[in-house]
């Protein structure tokens, strides 16, 4: 079973940076693409960022630019830079994390960080 525990998340003007992250925990196999995703108050929701374990990387229009995902393979550690952010980057971020098990793909969910940008 994963585990996946966020943290970084919080309150912040609008330009400012925060830095999210997300370690996995238990015993699994390795970890293929990990990844980001967003949720506003009354929308889907959406993805932020993907990084596959080979370090290729995927954004979405609304950050790229502002945003770098990055992980430690080493370490299961997904993390998001977020700069130069914006009240619509206001949500709760999750992180995800995928893992293939023969021909079974595995989705795992982090339970969420809050991050909240005043204009």
Known sequence: QVQLVESGGGLVQAGGSLRLSCAAAGRFL???AMGWYRQAPGKQRELVATITRGGTTNYADSVKGRFTISRDNAK???YLQMNSLRPEDTA???CNAGIMV???A???WGQGTQVTVSS
């Open 30 to 32: 390795p970890i293929d």
């Open 92 to 94: 709760v971020y999750y």
């Open 106 to 108: 595995n989705t795992y």
């Open 76 to 78: 299961n550690t997904v």
């Open 102 to 104: 023969g021909l079974t």
